[in-house]
């Protein structure tokens, strides 16, 4: 019968270690920086940056040499202006604005309106008498508050719709579609 036998493995020195830690422990030193007891010291770190930006611009001030210009200090209102386009009120307009009073029914009206289903920007509509020879249109339904003008397919006799918008300052103000009948050779 064989003897299974164990030796020990040969025995080292501590010297290996005993370098090791001295290896270590300086490193750890360097790396961390050393403790010289003071409790308030920052850490310091190995490398340090020292800027080398220093700014060119330097401003300047020229006094004025003009003895005419006087005191450019003198009180004034900031406020006015010679804008030749500046008015006392920002929203007065120009252009004389159209009376949104709506046409009523039975109002004759001029102008003519386009044979289409797609809106389109119609100015030569007025109002005249029924009586007149260029009365083309009478107003048979007023609808406010939309520019829908398919509103008007509920009145069986419409054969024209036209809206009209009136706007201030871009925004709308009122609207009215107009359910008219074609009068004379504008009837259908």
């Given at each position: 019968?064989?003897?299974n036998?164990?030796?020990?493995?040969?025995?080292?020195?501590?010297?290996?270690?005993?370098?090791?830690?001295?290896?270590?422990v300086?490193?750890?030193?360097?790396?961390?920086?050393?403790?010289?007891?003071?409790?308030?010291?920052?850490?310091?770190?190995?490398?340090?940056?020292?800027?080398?930006?220093?700014?060119?611009?330097?401003?300047?001030?020229?006094?004025?040499?003009?003895?005419?210009?006087?005191?450019s200090?003198?009180?004034?209102?900031?406020y006015?202006?010679?804008?030749?386009?500046?008015?006392?009120?920002?929203?007065?307009?120009?252009?004389?604005?159209?009376?949104?009073?709506?046409?009523?029914s039975?109002?004759?009206?001029?102008?003519?309106?386009?044979?289409?289903?797609?809106?389109?920007?119609?100015?030569?509509?007025?109002?005249?008498?029924?009586?007149?020879?260029?009365?083309?249109?009478?107003?048979?339904?007023?609808?406010?508050?939309?520019?829908?003008?398919?509103?008007?397919?509920?009145?069986?006799?419409?054969?024209?719709?036209?809206?009209?918008?009136?706007?201030?300052?871009?925004?709308?103000?009122?609207?009215?579609?107009?359910?008219?009948?074609?009068?004379?050779?504008?009837?259908?």
């Amino acid at each position: 019968m064989s003897e299974n036998r164990i030796t020990p493995a040969p025995r080292r020195g501590r010297l290996p270690a005993v370098a090791a830690v001295a290896l270590v422990v300086p490193l750890l030193a360097l790396v961390t920086g050393c403790d010289d007891g003071d409790d308030n010291a920052s850490p310091s770190y190995g490398s340090s940056y020292t800027s080398s930006y220093e700014p060119s611009y330097t401003p300047s001030y020229e006094a004025s040499t003009d003895t005419d210009a006087g005191d450019s200090y003198t009180s004034s209102d900031p406020y006015t202006t010679d804008d030749p386009y500046a008015t006392d009120d920002p929203y007065a307009s120009s252009e004389p604005t159209e009376d949104p009073s709506p046409y009523t029914s039975g109002t004759c009206l001029n102008g003519t309106l386009p044979d289409s289903t797609t809106a389109q920007a119609v100015d030569d509509i007025d109002e005249v008498d029924c009586s007149a020879a260029d009365a083309h249109y009478r107003v048979v339904e007023t609808i406010p508050l939309t520019s829908d003008m398919s509103r008007c397919e509920s009145n069986a006799q419409t054969q024209y719709a036209f809206s009209s918008r009136y706007t201030m300052n871009g925004n709308v103000i009122s609207e009215y579609v107009y359910c008219l009948i074609g009068l004379g050779s504008y009837a259908r």
